[in-house]
């Protein structure tokens, strides 16, 4: 039997994360959890008026991921999960010394992301938080053995560069 293995798509708001966590999970058969689903009412309330979330504002939201991810790990299921794991010490909060948890950072221009976060309907992030985000971006350390992918691909083809770069196979 093959060992769980989670994988957590990271980047800043409009970078694809649930769009690709989504399709790779589907094609994979793995659990999907999309983390912003797990930040707490005021939380996404603060992020619809416009104010940026500060770390403490995000303890409650990254232990939320934690567990979410040691449940999948204990149970020996594999999964995808979707957050923005902007700062290098979120990250360690949700990926620690988990060695079963690989990070998938979504990289692109401030110019793609804004143009992708423009078009999308229904999402409580407004294009106005998207320079908070940037500026907060730490982004993955070598010792952190992301994955880079760059978001400058349609889906489908991010989703085949994951799968072929972590070496992953859909079930047949």
């Known amino acids: ?36 689903t797990l930040h707490p009412p005021g939380n996404i309330e603060q992020m619809r008026r416009g104010v940026p979330l500060d770390d403490a504002d995000r303890r409650p939201w990254l232990q939320a991921i934690a567990r979410v991810i ?8 594999s999964g995808i999960v979707a957050c923005s794991a902007l700062k290098y010490a979120y990250r360690q909060k949700i990926v620690g010394r988990r ?12 110019e793609v992301i804004l143009q992708r976060m423009a078009t999308r309907h229904g999402h409580f992030m407004p294009l106005k938080l998207l320079d908070s985000q940037l500026e907060t971006l730490e982004e993955p350390l ?22 072929t770069r972590l070496q992953l196979r859909p079930p047949e």
Do not use: C, N
């Not at 948890?101 to 221009?109: A, D, I, M, T």
């Open 1 to 36: 039997m093959t060992p769980p293995l989670v994988l957590v798509v990271m980047g800043v708001s409009g970078s694809g994360k649930t769009t690709i966590a989504a399709l790779l999970a589907g094609r994979l058969h793995w659990q999907f959890e999309e983390g912003d």
């Open 70 to 77: 040691d449940a999948w790990l204990e149970s020996g299921e």
């Open 99 to 110: 060695g079963e948890v690989r990070l998938v950072y979504l990289k692109g221009s401030r």
């Open 142 to 163: 070598p010792e952190e053995h992301a994955l880079v992918v760059s978001i400058e691909q349609q889906p489908r083809q991010i989703v085949r560069e994951i799968e």
